[in-house]
C-alpha cells in the first residue's frame, strides 16, 4: 500500500544509479565499488544506445551477428567500459562509463592491485572539447576512512538504464511477431496469435531484469535513464 507523508523529502531525486560520462569542462571524481572491469558494446541504431548482442571470442572477434537486429542492419559498434563508483561529496552511487582507450589506466591499476574496489578514479578532458580524450588517474583510497557500499548489479542496472531485457532483444522481437494480431481465416476476426510460448520462455528465464517492454517502446523511448532501488 501507498505511504504517506506531510512533509517534504529532504532529496529530489531517488536512491538509484546514474549512468555518468567524463564532462567537457571539470573533473568526475569518484571511488571504484566494484573489483573489476565490465565491457560491453554497444550501438547507436534508432536514436537510442543499446548493446551489441553479437557473439564474440575472448579477444572480441565476431564470431555470430545472427542474433543482433542492429547488426544485421549493418548498424555500427563501438566498445566501452564500465564501473561502479561512489562520490563522496554527494553521498551518491553512480555507474562511470569511458573507452576502452580511457581505461587503460584501470586496467592497469587492476593488473597491479588484483581488485579495482578502492581505487580512486580523476577522469577529465584535458582539451575541454565535448568529445575529447579522456585521461584518468587512478591511485588507492583509505579505506579505512571510507565506508565504501557493495557494487551494484551493473548488468542489470544497465538493462534497467537503456530499457532492454537481459535476455536480448532478439527474444524480445519474437516475442512481438508472436503477439502481433492476425486474421482467422475462417471467422476473419482479427485476434492475437493464440501461442505465448516465447514470452513464457522469457518469463521462466532465471536472470530476467523484468517484465519486458515491447521492442516498440524501446525503440520510440524518450532516452530518459530509468532508476532501479539501490540496495546500499
Excluded at 37 to 42: F, P, V
Excluded at 45 to 62: D, F, I, K
Excluded at 126 to 137: A, C, D, E, Q, R
Excluded at 183 to 203: G, I, L, N, V
Aim: proline fraction near 7%.
Amino acid at each position: 500500500m501507498p505511504t504517506w507523508r506531510t512533509k517534504l523529502p529532504a532529496e529530489e531525486k531517488n536512491r538509484g544509479f546514474d549512468l555518468r560520462r567524463t564532462p567537457t569542462n571539470g573533473n568526475l571524481v569518484g571511488i571504484i565499488t566494484c573489483k573489476e572491469l565490465l565491457i560491453c558494446d554497444t550501438h547507436y541504431w534508432h536514436g537510442r544506445t543499446m548493446p551489441c548482442e553479437r557473439e564474440c571470442n575472448e579477444e572480441g572477434r565476431t564470431v555470430d551477428d545472427s542474433h543482433c537486429p542492429a547488426c544485421q542492419e549493418k548498424a555500427a559498434w563501438r566498445s566501452h567500459v564500465y564501473v561502479s563508483a561512489f562520490d563522496g561529496k554527494r553521498r551518491e552511487h553512480f555507474i562511470f562509463e569511458c573507452t576502452t582507450n580511457a581505461a587503460k589506466t584501470l586496467q592497469e591499476y587492476y593488473e597491479a592491485a588484483g581488485t579495482l574496489r578502492g581505487c580512486i578514479l580523476n577522469a577529465c578532458r584535458p582539451k575541454g572539447t565535448p568529445n575529447g580524450k579522456v585521461s584518468i588517474l587512478t591511485h588507492a583510497a583509505d579505506l579505512s576512512k571510507n565506508n565504501l557500499p557493495e557494487p551494484p548489479d551493473i548488468a542489470l542496472t544497465l538493462c534497467m538504464i537503456w530499457r532492454v531485457p537481459r535476455t536480448g532483444l532478439a527474444f524480445q522481437l519474437e516475442h512481438d511477431r508472436d503477439l502481433q494480431p492476425h486474421r482467422s481465416k475462417r471467422t476473419k476476426a482479427t485476434h492475437a496469435r493464440a501461442s505465448r510460448e516465447p514470452m513464457d520462455r522469457m518469463r521462466n528465464q532465471p536472470d530476467n531484469a523484468a517484465d519486458p517492454q515491447t521492442i516498440g517502446d524501446f525503440v520510440k523511448g524518450n532516452g530518459q535513464a530509468l532508476h532501479i532501488p539501490s540496495h546500499t
